[in-house]
Every structure is written in C-alpha cells, then in structure tokens.
C-alpha cells in the first residue's frame, strides 16, 4: 500500500498531464467544423498545420468515417512515400487539391458527391514526439424532397378512415409534417423511411369519421425542410360520397282550380352526382296535364287530377334518395275573392289619398288668393280700388254726451274726398282722421268679424255706393251744412231722412 499510493500519485498526474498535452495538440490542427453539400456538387475539405514548432510533421492521412463508426482511409500523403489513395466509397472521386501535397496543408476535394458520402472526415497527423494529432469535419449532405398531398375519396360512415395523405420523399436531412383543418379528426405522427441513397421519406395520414357534411371541407398539409426557404403548403378539400339528399320545394298550399304554370322542383345533393330524376304519384299514375322534366314537374292549369301525392326519387353510383309532397287543390272563388279584394282595397286607398291631397291644395289656393285680392261682398272684384270708400260712424256728441244721432248708424256713405266746413272740421268729423281710426269694412270682413246679416247689409251698401258713382260723375260735390248752429254741429234724429231705397241721409247734405 505504501508503494501503490505515492505510485498511483505519479500514474494520476501523468494522465492529467497526458490530457492537457493531447487537448493543446488537438487544437493545433485547424479544419471546418462542418461543410454542407448537395447531391452532385463538388466538396473541398481542408486541413492544416500552420504553427508545428518543434513538433516534427511525419505523414497526414484523411479518414472517412460513416454514421455507424466504421473507418475508412481514403487518402494518405508521406514526404518520402508520396500519395496513396486506398480502396473506399469515394475511390476515384478523392483527391488532394495541390500536387505535390504539403503536410502543413494537405486539402482534398471530393467530386460528385453522393448522398452516401455523409459522414465525419478526419484530418489525422503523426509527429514526434507528440504522436497522432487530429482535426474532425462533418460533411452534411443535403437533399430537396420530393413533396406531395392527395385526398383519399371515402364514404360516408360511422368508422375512422384516412381521408388524406401527405409524402415528403428522398429528402436530406428527415422533413416535418403538420395539419391544419377545420373538421374533426387526427393527423398521425409522420413515419421515416431510409432509402438506400441515405436520404429520407416522410409519411403522415389524417383520419377522419367521415360524413356528407364534411364533403368539400377544406384541409391541408405543410411540409417544413431545411432545403426550403418556407414551409411548402398543399391546400385540400375532402372528398366523401354518400346517396342522393332529396327535397321536393314549390308547393306553397295555395294551388287552387284554374291556377296556372305551376313547379315543384326536385332538388338533390350527392356524391357522385345524382343521375336519374324519375317522378311517380303514391298511387302511381301520373296526371295527364303534368310535364316532366328531369328534376322539375310542372302544371300548366291546376285541375282536380292534381290532387294527389307526387313522389321525386334521385338515384346515383351508391344509392337512392326520395322525398314527397302532397298537394291540395282548392276552390278557385278562395283565391279569387282574395285576390279582389286586395285590389279593391289597394284602389280605394289610392283614391281617398288623391281626394285628401286635392281638397288640401283647393284650400290652400283658396286661402292664398283671398290673402292676395280680398274678399268683395258681391263676389267680383272692382275696377277701382275700394280705399276711397268709407262709412262715417258718428259725427259728433250732444251736450248730454250722446251720440248725434242716438245711435242710428244709417249715416250718409261719402265717396270720393269729401269737403267739410270749418266748423265741421272743428267737431272731429274730418275724414281723414275717422278713417285713421276707424276700420274699413273689408278688414273687418278679412277679419271675420261680421256675420251672415251684415254680410247682406255690406252688399248693399255696395250697390248704393254704385249709384252715387253716377251723380259723382258730372263733378258734383257733396258738402255738409250745420243744421243749427246752436247745436254744435251735432245732428238731431229728425235731420235724417229715409229714403225708398232704404238708406238714409241728412237734411243737410246739399250737391252742388
């Protein structure tokens, strides 16, 4: 014990030391890490020695080595033996690239790569006093795939099925598969197949329950390569067969007697395609006023004969579909009283609308001519504006305080401008105040104020107005005389005179 351990000391550092000298060798010699290569291309493979100090170079060989650990030598170069390039897979395909080699830089090439050359290549020196000194390369090798997707045609049914497949084929290195679908269902985990060529073939399925609803549903596969810039994508649609779907559109249960033109119409869904439409009543004999035409029937004239079940059955490559409809005829005065008495309403309504927008225009024509022209008591209007014809109302008070003529309005109409005397004027019966003051018969007629009574009293007021236009004429005027000039210019009860047309005037009152 006291021998091994001061022994077994010395072994233990003499490993470490070993390791160290071995690490520092190895980075001495300087190689790529990795190259990558395609198929038919050319690979250089370089190696070197640059800073060998007192380490003396002897022989450089390169060795290929597969993925399975086996060594091969392929070529080898010694100062005073020259090149020798053993029996390996890249015989006559390996080369050193400068002629004669140099054991400070012994770089091979290797042409027309193949898919089998992948593997690690190393760059291995003997010297001395160090013994073997080595660089390692992995040639990475690379190979596109082939890609493609295909939809698997299935039935419908109640089982998982594949309803599509995805293959990436001959690729370098494996490529990854993925799913993307709106329908339910599960892609499988992808297979990996080694060709002979040492690429790779990568296989993935999707299953599915298959239904006629997930028929023309969109599903797709994307293939992920080192090769490819990006994922390469193969958009889908299911394809699953089932029987015909059937139904029968067109009746809306209001075919009555004389009715006309008619269709029910036979619409089916199917995969493959539907084929044959065949038409058929449940009692099995088809009336003779239907025409049949592949997926529609129709009438031309509803009668009686159509009161019946009819029956449309669709057939294609997997099975049969049908649906019925049972028709009613009805009686034609149902329809036809409806029908009338739609339009009549429709008419009437369009009729009243007219009468209500007529009388809304009629009194709205109405109300904005008499707004422009006035209202004239005879129902004309005059050649001569009516602004020079005023009624007096009163012309005076008594001492009492009364009015002049104890409220008899029947005082003189004046036309034209009338000529009062001084005194008169002194009494407040100059015209034009009154008829400052006093409102014009037609405002108070535009103000509705009179009735149906004094309507009738204006028109005549009118007619008489007339008559004096006719002594007017010859240039007579009418002037007012006091009666007594103790009065004040008042006017007593019996200074008015009746006369036969029924006004009444003033003693007073003289024409000259």
Known sequence: MLWDSPLSSTGLFGFVFFLIIQGSSAQRVKVQSEVVSYPGQVVSLRCQFPDPGQTQLTQVSWIFETAAGVRTNIAVFHPSFGINYPKSPVTGRVSFTIDPPQLENPTIQITDIKMTDEGKYICEYATYPSGNEQGVTSLVLLAKPSNTASTVTVQAGTAAVVVARCVSANGRPPATITWSTSVGGNGTIPTKTDNSDNTVTVKSEYWLVPTQADNGKD?????????????????????????????????????YLGRTNVVLTCQAQGNPAPTTFTWRTISGLMPDTVTVK????????????????FICEVKNSLGTGKDQVSVMVREAHVAS??????????????????????????VLVSRNRRQQQGYRGNGKAKAEPYDSVARLFGSGSNKNGTNGNNGNNNTPIYRGEPVLSEKAANHSMHPCALLETTPTAQDILLSRELDEAERRKFDELEEEDERYDHFTAGGAILQLRPHNQDMDGGYLDDDMESQRDGSVISRTAVYV
């Not at 994307?222 to 699953?240: G, N, Q």
Request: aromatic letters at 8%; charged letters at 15%.
């Open 219 to 255: 599903i797709s596969c994307e293939v992920s390569h080192r090769t490819l810039t990006k994922p390469e994508t193969f958009p889908m649609k299911l394809v699953i067969e089932y029987p015909p779907q059937v139904r029968i559109v067109g009746y809306d249960g209001n075919w």
């Open 294 to 309: 592949e997926s529609t029937l129709t009438v031309p004239k509803v009668d009686e004969t159509v009161n019946a079940t």
């Open 337 to 362: 009283q409806t029908n009338a008495g739609v339009v009549a309403g429709a008419i009437i309504g369009v009729l009243l609308a007219l009468l209500l927008f007529g009388a809304l225009i009629f």
